[in-house]
């Protein structure tokens, strides 16, 4: 399957979106391919474009400012979109970084030609929608995580939407997203892998 049939079925997994719907699109898609630790995105710019993930692992993050420690905030891996949601979908300065945590490749869309799609069909309004609501759904999801499951449960959660993140990304970043110190990332480790 090509990069742009993966998008493709994505799209219409995602969204419903007819090959006729795809195919305004398919002029707009641009490849673009990331060494590990390159930036997608930097707090404090506009994110302009949304990115599908034909391969790789993408993370957002913050800095502490007084210790200089990395928090991770979101992960987006292959088959996923990765953006800020926050700034993309309203076009203001985003509140963290985002970086490619592996050699990555994306297709990526700009806002202003999604926002032409939206004025040609109806399916790429619902799109539009299911965005949003993908945005509100990740977010809600993160917050309430932390405030009603525990960091097991996190780690289940998080293999589940991410499998393959276990052997592509370092374990200090798992531990960082799921709001853990390695030993305790380890010690749960060891409790499911016994179970």
Known sequence: MTEIEKLAFALHHFAGLSEEDFRLSEEFWLPKEYKKGEFYNLQGNVCSYLG???EGVFRSYVINGETGEEKNVFL???????VPFKSFL??????????????????YIRHSDLLSLYKQSHQW??????????????????????LLKSPEERYLDLM???????????????????G????????????????
Do not use: W
């Open 52 to 54: 599908f993930i034909v």
């Open 76 to 82: 987006y891996s292959a088959n996923g979109f990765v």
């Open 90 to 107: 309203n076009q203001i300065p985003c509140d963290y970084f985002t970086q490619s945590l592996t050699d990555a490749s994306i297709i």
């Open 125 to 146: 309004e619902k799109f539009g929608r299911l965005l949003a609501q993908e945005a509100f759904n990740v977010t809600m999801t993160r917050v309430e995580g932390f």
């Open 160 to 178: 589940k939407e991410h499998p393959d993140i276990f052997s592509n990304v370092p374990l200090y970043h798992i531990s960082s997203y799921l």
């Open 180 to 195: 853990v110190q390695g030993p305790s990332l380890s010690r749960i480790r060891k409790r499911i892998s016994g179970k």
